[in-house]
């Protein structure tokens, strides 16, 4: 059982550039992000050039994703159980300890598929556990009204590390082939290290439960389907993501149809990056001006305006321009739910119904790009992003005729004095 903070009330009412266990918090996780982001193209890089097998790079690609799909809600019930800067110190020590065995194994010139993909999940688990623990730490260590701040560095810092952590990871490879693995232990050490500094209790006080996980998961569920904002929210973002798996490979084949280069592909990622760090940084602004409802309408008639227009062309910069505008509409509604959903749901229940938000949404990125290959293949872009824009319309029209998004809360509304 953790205890509550002795510290002044004051130290969470410091600016965010000066709050240190924030500070703390922030870098530690983004050095983590980071690392993993590096390995994540790494090990793919690894198989291919080292074994020739495309076959052994998809698995252990799948190898890293799967605790999200088999550890997400399981997770949420033990970061509300567990002390979490304990279990986040734990996971940073275990997923260095897997990257330094590469590192050694490489070095010895072995680079065996069943070590590499135990370590591939065993890294993937770490970080389901880590960021939830993460996520749901920050309204400890910030006052109320800095919530949609710290929540906006958040998904600006997650955003920069999607965006640089690929290619710094095979830049590094490049150089050496186990310096990338070198530089992701580093950054779960750095972040083991943080954690060490910081000083208030990263959840409220608990009470010790003995309850059955599968009671405690459908207790995260019932909670958010209790919610008719976060509801709703949760719905729309799992179609966004759904049909953002499909709109991100259609100009791909797109470019292999017309002779464009395959590097210009990599623009796609770039652009959203850029675009998602850029929402992510004004979000904070943005919802002092609109409420959340306005937010998934504002993010939905992007998607239903710029989607069909890219069915009509094959010109490079209008099928890669509107990637930056839709990442900047979806990291502002991450802000704000993310924000919204710190204020609202009692700490103690915070690490289940996030949780179930993270499985809908991983679950969808799954489905989605599943989907793609097979509409792109049997329908060919075009038609396809013209369905995808159907099914947003659709979505969109339920959306503006569901009170739940059409009345949704100001933010000041969800931070009540």
Same mark, same amino acid.
């Given at each position: 059982?953790s205890?509550?903070?002795?510290?002044?009330?004051e130290?969470?009412?410091?600016p965010l550039?000066?709050n240190?266990?924030f500070?703390?918090?922030?870098?530690?996780?983004?050095?983590?992000?980071f690392?993993?982001?590096?390995?994540?193209?790494?090990?793919?890089?690894?198989?291919?050039?080292h074994?020739?097998?495309?076959?052994? &790079? =998809?698995?252990?690609?799948? +190898?890293? /994703?799967l605790?999200?799909?088999? !550890?997400?809600?399981?997770? %949420?019930v #033990?970061?509300?159980r567990?002390d979490?800067?304990r279990?986040?110190?734990?996971?940073?020590?275990?997923?260095a300890?897997g990257?330094?065995?590469?590192?050694?194994?490489?070095l010895l010139g072995v680079?065996?598929?069943?070590?590499?993909?135990?370590?591939c999940?065993?890294?993937g688990?770490?970080?389901v556990?880590?960021?939830?623990?993460e996520?749901?730490?920050v309204r400890?260590?910030?006052?109320?009204t800095?919530?949609?701040?710290a929540?906006?560095?958040?998904?600006?810092?997650?955003?920069?590390?999607?965006l640089l952590?690929?290619p &710094? =990871?095979?830049?590094?490879? +490049?150089v /050496?082939?186990?310096l990338p693995? !070198?530089?992701?232990?580093? %950054?779960? #050490?750095?972040?083991?290290?943080?954690?060490?500094?910081v000083?208030?209790?990263?959840?409220?006080?608990?009470?010790?439960?003995?309850?059955?996980?599968?009671?405690e998961v459908?207790e995260?569920?019932?909670w958010?389907w209790?919610?008719r904002?976060?509801?709703?929210?949760?719905?729309?973002?799992a179609?966004?993501?759904?049909?953002?798996?499909?709109?991100?490979?259609?100009?791909?084949?797109?470019?292999?149809?017309?002779?464009?280069?395959?590097?210009?592909?990599?623009?796609?990622?770039?652009?959203g990056?850029?675009?998602?760090?850029l929402?992510?940084?004004?979000?904070s602004?943005? /919802?002092?001006?609109?409420s959340?409802?306005?937010?998934?309408?504002?993010? #939905?008639?992007?998607?239903?305006?710029?989607?069909?227009?890219?069915?009509?062309t094959?010109?490079?910069?209008?099928?890669?321009?509107?990637?930056a505008?839709?990442s900047?509409t979806?990291?502002?509604?991450n802000?704000?739910a993310?924000?919204?959903m710190?204020?609202?749901v009692?700490?103690?229940?915070h690490?289940?119904?996030?949780?179930?938000m993270?499985?809908?949404?991983?679950?969808?990125?799954?489905?989605?790009?599943?989907?793609?290959?097979?509409?792109?293949g049997?329908?060919?872009?075009?038609?396809t992003?013209?369905?995808v824009?159907?099914v947003?319309?659709?979505?969109?029209?339920?959306a503006l005729?569901?009170?739940?998004?059409?009345?949704?809360?100001?933010w000041?509304?969800?931070?009540?004095?």
């Amino acid at each position: 059982m953790s205890t509550t903070s002795s510290a002044p009330d004051e130290h969470k009412e410091r600016p965010l550039r000066r709050n240190t266990d924030f500070l703390l918090l922030w870098t530690g996780a983004g050095a983590s992000e980071f690392g993993a982001k590096m390995s994540v193209i790494a090990f793919p890089l690894l198989i291919i050039w080292h074994t020739g097998s495309p076959i052994g &790079a =998809g698995l252990v690609s799948f +190898a890293g /994703l799967l605790p999200v799909l088999l !550890l997400q809600l399981p997770a %949420g019930v #033990l970061v509300d159980r567990w002390d979490r800067r304990r279990l986040m110190m734990v996971c940073d020590a275990i997923a260095a300890v897997g990257m330094l065995s590469v590192v050694l194994a490489l070095l010895l010139g072995v680079a065996w598929l069943p070590h590499l993909l135990v370590v591939c999940f065993v890294e993937g688990a770490c970080m389901v556990f880590y960021r939830l623990a993460e996520r749901t730490a920050v309204r400890n260590v910030v006052a109320p009204t800095q919530l949609a701040a710290a929540m906006s560095q958040n998904e600006a810092r997650s955003r920069a590390a999607g965006l640089l952590g690929q290619p &710094a =990871g095979s830049s590094l490879y +490049a150089v /050496l082939w186990w310096l990338p693995f !070198l530089a992701a232990a580093v %950054g779960h #050490l750095i972040a083991l290290g943080n954690l060490t500094g910081v000083k208030r209790p990263l959840q409220t006080e608990r009470v010790k439960r003995r309850g059955e996980l599968r009671a405690e998961v459908k207790e995260g569920f019932r909670w958010l389907w209790n919610q008719r904002f976060l509801r709703a929210a949760t719905l729309v973002v799992a179609v966004t993501n759904f049909v953002g798996q499909i709109v991100t490979m259609a100009p791909l084949v797109v470019f292999k149809n017309t002779g464009v280069s395959a590097a210009v592909a990599g623009l796609v990622g770039l652009l959203g990056g850029v675009g998602g760090v850029l929402g992510a940084l004004i979000a904070s602004r943005v /919802l002092r001006r609109f409420s959340l409802g306005s937010l998934i309408r504002l993010d #939905l008639l992007v998607r239903c305006v710029l989607i069909p227009m890219m069915a009509f062309t094959t010109a490079v910069p209008l099928l890669l321009a509107p990637f930056a505008f839709m990442s900047l509409t979806g990291a502002m509604l991450n802000v704000g739910a993310g924000a919204y959903m710190a204020r609202t749901v009692p700490d103690e229940k915070h690490g289940r119904a996030m949780s179930v938000m993270l499985l809908t949404a991983g679950g969808a990125n799954s489905a989605g790009a599943l989907t793609a290959g097979m509409l792109l293949g049997f329908l060919g872009p075009a038609t396809t992003l013209l369905a995808v824009g159907g099914v947003l319309i659709a979505v969109t029209v339920a959306a503006l005729l569901t009170p739940a998004v059409r009345n949704g809360p100001e933010w000041d509304e969800a931070n009540p004095a």
